[in-house]
C-alpha cells in the first residue's frame, strides 16, 4: 500500500505540494517512485525561473524511461533539492522527506485547492491501477 | 487505465507474475511483466552475478517440417542452415528482397527434415505470413506451432547448477547455441543453451499447462527469496542485459529499413551459401560499403541517451538512437546509434541530443560487457 501522508496535497500527475506559509514544497508521491522504478536521474529548473501551474519543471528517469514532472502550483522557484544529481535513488526511498524536488514563493494561496487530499487522492491511485 | 480495444494476450505464467508483484505493461499486445518487486537494477545485477528467471513464452515457434525444409529455410534466411547438425541451434534472420530484416530469429534442427525457427513475439503473425508467401515447390509442412509451447529462461552463472537439479540431462555437456530434448522436473521439454542476457544459462520449452509447475520449481531450486537467490527478471532487466551485450532488437537496431551489414551482421551472412532472398543486394553492399553503421557510444556528461533521441557529429545531426539506457553493471549510460560510416570511428565524439540539449558521448567497442567464458562454453 503507498504511503499518503494527510498533509499533503496531491496532483493526478502523483506530485505532492507541502505548504508552509506562502513557500510550497514539491516532490513526487510514493506511488509514483512505486511505478517508475528505480530513479537514477533526476533533472531540475533553475533557482529565480517562474513557473505556471502545470508546466514542465524537470524530469525524472527510471532505468527504463524518461518521465516529464508537472509543477501543480505556480510560482518563483526559491530552491531546489541538489543532492538529488548525485543520490537521484532518494526519490525512491524517501519520496517525501529527502528527495524532495523544489521550493516556489506560492503566486496563489488559493491553486493548493484544486488539488486533491490525501483520501481523495488514495481513490485515484485505486481507481487508475485498478 | 483505459479500456484496450482488444484484450492482451497472456502468456501461461501471467496469474504467477501477479503473484509475484510483478508490474505489469502492454509490451506489443502481450501482458507482460516489465519488472517485479526487486526492480530492474536488482534483477539486472542478480542475473549477471547469480540468476535470473525470464518467461519469453510469448516468442512465436514456427515448425518446419520436410525433406526440403532445410533448403526451404535456407533460402529465406541469410545464415547458412547446412551447417547445423542435430541439436544445433544458429542465430539468422529472415530477409527481404533488399538485404532488409524481416525478423530476427533462432532456427534449431531436430533432424534434417525438422526444424523449429524461434520468432519475436510482437512478429509473429508478419513472419508466418511472410514464410508461407514466400513457399516454392519445396517438400514440407509449416505449422504456427507458437501456442504450445511456454518458454523459460534461466540466465546467469548460477543457471546450469540451478536447471541441473531438476534434470538428468547432463548440462554441462550441451555446448553454446546446443540443445538437447529431455525432461525438467518430469516434464518433456527442449533444454536449450541460448539466451538473450549474454551471460550462460538456458532457455526451457516445454507444454504450456507445465509453464507455471516449471517456474515455482526453477524459483525454487535457484533458492529464490534468498539474497544470492534467483530473481524473477522483467522485461526492463531483459533489455538492459541485452543492451549491455550490444544484442540487436527487433524494432530498434533492426527493422525492414536496416541492412545486416549496417547492423553489424554481417556474420550472420552467408553470402557463399547459395541464393536467399536479399543476396544479391547484400553482396552489393559488402562490396560497396554500407552509408550507415550501428555503433556503441558512453554518455560522457550528465545526460541519459533514449531511443530515437538524434545524434550529432560536429554539431550537424547525422543519426539516431536505436537503443539507448543506463547500464546497471557497467554503471555507466550507454546506448547503440546509426552513424554514416564515415564516423563509425572508435574514440570519436559524438553528442546525443538529450531534451534539446546535446549530451557529449564517444564511439566505442562493442559488446560493451563480456562474460569471461570458461572452456566448456
Avoid at chain 2, 544459462?201 to 526453477?218: C, I, N, S, T
Wanted: hydrophobic share 35%.
Amino acid at each position: 500500500m503507498a504511503n499518503i501522508p494527510d498533509d499533503l496535497h496531491y496532483s493526478k500527475d502523483h506530485e505532492w505540494v507541502r505548504v508552509e506559509g506562502d513557500t510550497g514544497t514539491v516532490g513526487i508521491t510514493d506511488h509514483a517512485q512505486n511505478q517508475l522504478g528505480d530513479i537514477v536521474y533526476v533533472e531540475l529548473p533553475r533557482v529565480g525561473d517562474s513557473i505556471e501551474a502545470g508546466a514542465v519543471f524537470g524530469q525524472v528517469e527510471s532505468v527504463k524511461a524518461a518521465n516529464d514532472l508537472y509543477i501543480p502550483v505556480s510560482g518563483e522557484i526559491t530552491e531546489v533539492n541538489e543532492t538529488l544529481n548525485d543520490d537521484p535513488e532518494q526519490v525512491n526511498k524517501d519520496p517525501y522527506g529527502a528527495a524532495w524536488m523544489l521550493r516556489v514563493r506560492l503566486k496563489d494561496a488559493g491553486e493548493v485547492d484544486k488539488l486533491m487530499n490525501a483520501v481523495e487522492y488514495e481513490d485515484y491511485t485505486k481507481k487508475i491501477t485498478e | 487505465m483505459t479500456t484496450a480495444p482488444t484484450p492482451l494476450k497472456q502468456t501461461p505464467l501471467n496469474a504467477a507474475h501477479r503473484r509475484l508483484g510483478g508490474r505489469m505493461v502492454d509490451f506489443g499486445g502481450w501482458d507482460m511483466p516489465v519488472q517485479y518487486p526487486a526492480g530492474t537494477v536488482e534483477e539486472h545485477l542478480r542475473t549477471r552475478l547469480h540468476s535470473g528467471l525470464f518467461d519469453v513464452s510469448h516468442m512465436g515457434e514456427i515448425e518446419v517440417r520436410g525433406s526440403d525444409a532445410i533448403a526451404f529455410v535456407n533460402r529465406l534466411c541469410s545464415n547458412d542452415a547446412t551447417k547445423l547438425v542435430d541439436g544445433q541451434a544458429q542465430y539468422s534472420a529472415l530477409t527481404t528482397p533488399e538485404g532488409t530484416v524481416v525478423d530476427d530469429l533462432l532456427v534449431y534442427r531436430f533432424a534434417e527434415d525438422h526444424l523449429l525457427l524461434v520468432v519475436n513475439a510482437s512478429t509473429t503473425e508478419k513472419d508466418w505470413d511472410w514464410i508461407n508467401a514466400h513457399r516454392g515447390d519445396e517438400t514440407l509442412t509449416l505449422t504456427n506451432r507458437s501456442a504450445d509451447f511456454c518458454q523459460i529462461a534461466v540466465q546467469g552463472p548460477d543457471a546450469l547448477g540451478i536447471l541441473q537439479t531438476l534434470t538428468e540431462t547432463p548440462l554441462a555437456e550441451i555446448k553454446y547455441y546446443h540443445f538437447r530434448e529431455g525432461t525438467v522436473d518430469g516434464v518433456p521439454a527442449i533444454i536449450s543453451r541460448t539466451g538473450y542476457t549474454g551471460e550462460d544459462g538456458f532457455e526451457v520449452y516445454a507444454a504450456p499447462d507445465k509453464a507455471e509447475q516449471l517456474w515455482d520449481r526453477l524459483l525454487g531450486a535457484g533458492g529464490h527469496g534468498t539474497p544470492e537467490g534467483i530473481l524473477p527478471c522483467g522485461l526492463a532487466a531483459r533489455n538492459t542485459l541485452r543492451l549491455e551485450s550490444a544484442m540487436a532488437l527487433y524494432g530498434h537496431e533492426i527493422d525492414e529499413t536496416t541492412t545486416l551489414y549496417e547492423a553489424n551482421l554481417g556474420w550472420i551472412c552467408k553470402l557463399n551459401k547459395g541464393d536467399f532472398n536479399g543476396r544479391e543486394r547484400l553482396a552489393q553492399q559488402k562490396a560497396e560499403g554500407v552509408q550507415q553503421k550501428l555503433v556503441g557510444f558512453e554518455v560522457t556528461e550528465r545526460g541519459i541517451a533514449r531511443d530515437g533521441y538524434d545524434v550529432l557529429i560536429n554539431g550537424e545531426k547525422v543519426g539516431r538512437v536505436t537503443s539507448g539506457s543506463p547500464a546497471p553493471y557497467l554503471k555507466k549510460n550507454i546506448g547503440l546509434a546509426y552513424v554514416p560510416a564515415a564516423h563509425a570511428t572508435e574514440g570519436l565524439e559524438i553528442h546525443v541530443v538529450v531534451r534539446d540539449r546535446p549530451v557529449a558521448a564517444r564511439i566505442v567497442p562493442v559488446p560493451f560487457y563480456k562474460r569471461e567464458r570458461k572452456a566448456s562454453q
